[in-house]
C-alpha cells in the first residue's frame, strides 16, 4: 500500500472513533450487523472479486454446459418419440393391407381345405365301392371252397388279409369241420 492510502484509512478510523466518542454515532444490533455486512461485501469485492468473479463465470459454463447435453438429450428423445409417433401414424394404414393379405389367405385355405375335403370323401366312397366290389366278387365263397378242399392255411391266411370278412364264429366253426 501507499502511503496516501494508509493515511486515509487512518484518518477514517480516527473520525469514526471520535463520532462514537460523542455518541453522534449510535450503535445498537441493527446497526452493527448491517455495517459489517456492508464492510464484508465491500473488502470481499475489492480484494477478492476477481476469483469469485471467476469462479462464478467457470460455475456458468458447466451450468451451460450441462443444460446444452439435457436440451440435447431432450431434442433426440423428442426426435425418437416424433418418428415413433410418425410409424403409428401409419398402422391404419398397415392394418388395412394386413386384414386384406389375411382375408386372401383365408379364401385360398378355404379352398384348399375344401378340395382335400372333396379329395377325401371321393376317396373313401371308392374305398367302399372297392370292398363291395370285393365282396361281390365272392370272397366268401372261396373261403368255402378252400374250406371244402382241407386247406387250413390258406383259409387262416385269407382270414388274416381280410379280418372281418369272416366272423370268428364261422371261422371256428370251419376249423372244427376240418377236424
Not at 372333396?118 to 366278387?137: F, N, P, S, V
Request: hydrophobic share 40%.
Amino acid at each position: 500500500m501507499s502511503l496516501g492510502t494508509v493515511r486515509w484509512y487512518v484518518s477514517l478510523f480516527l473520525l469514526w472513533c471520535v463520532l462514537s466518542s460523542k455518541h453522534i454515532l449510535i450503535y445498537n444490533e441493527e446497526t452493527l450487523v448491517a455495517l459489517s455486512f456492508f464492510l464484508f461485501v465491500y473488502l470481499t469485492h475489492r480484494y477478492a472479486g476477481d476469483a469469485f468473479g471467476e469462479s462464478l463465470d467457470s460455475r456458468g459454463k458447466e451450468i451451460a454446459q450441462e443444460l446444452q447435453h439435457y436440451l440435447n438429450v431432450r431434442e433426440e428423445s423428442l426426435r425418437a418419440l416424433a418418428q415413433a409417433h410418425g410409424a403409428t401414424g401409419h398402422v391404419g394404414t398397415h392394418m388395412k393391407s394386413l386384414g386384406l393379405r389375411v382375408e386372401h389367405l383365408l379364401h385360398l385355405y378355404v379352398s384348399q381345405c375344401a378340395g382335400n375335403v372333396r379329395g377325401a370323401i371321393h376317396h373313401g366312397i371308392e374305398q367302399r365301392c372297392h370292398h363291395l366290389h370285393l365282396l361281390q366278387q365272392g370272397q366268401t365263397p372261396r373261403l368255402v371252397e378252400a374250406l371244402a378242399q382241407a386247406l387250413p392255411g390258406f383259409v387262416l391266411l385269407e382270414y388274416t388279409q381280410h379280418k372281418g370278412m369272416v366272423s370268428q364264429k364261422s371261422l371256428d366253426m370251419a376249423l372244427k369241420a376240418l377236424d
